[in-house]
């Protein structure tokens, strides 16, 4: 059984840090294509960043300020995020893709004074 498992997320004022992880079970995330995505209230999900075996690709609202890495070792994902902004402001998930597409349940993240 996949599962992918999202933390880090909470409430931090603009300008601020935060670190999310993405622990994933049933499935090696070397071979997958792993992806942050975010939904806020009324919008439709989209993409924050993907990592692969040799790139990164970062939605141009968040270049710059997000870093995605993965540590295949521990069979982690993590999106470094800084700078944030009150637009920053969803519901963050992790995906995995290879054939078969897998989703987490999501982490919130607020950007608030």
């Known amino acids: 059984q996949v599962q992918l498992v999202e933390s880090g997320g909470g409430l931090v004022q603009p300008g601020g840090s935060l670190t999310l992880s993405c622990a994933a079970s049933g499935i090696t995330i070397s071979s997958y294509v792993m992806g942050w995505y975010r939904q806020a209230p009324g919008k439709q999900r989209e993409l924050v960043a993907t990592?692969?075996?040799?790139?990164?690709n970062y939605a141009d609202s968040v270049k710059g300020r997000f870093t995605i890495s993965r540590d295949n070792a521990k069979n982690r994902v993590y999106l470094q995020m800084n700078s944030l902004k009150p637009e920053d402001t969803a519901v963050y998930y992790c995906?995995?893709?290879?054939?078969?597409?897998?989703w987490g349940q999501g982490t919130q993240v607020t950007v608030s004074t």
């Open positions: 995906k995995a893709t290879l054939i078969d597409t897998y």
């Open positions: 990592i692969t075996r040799g790139a990164t």
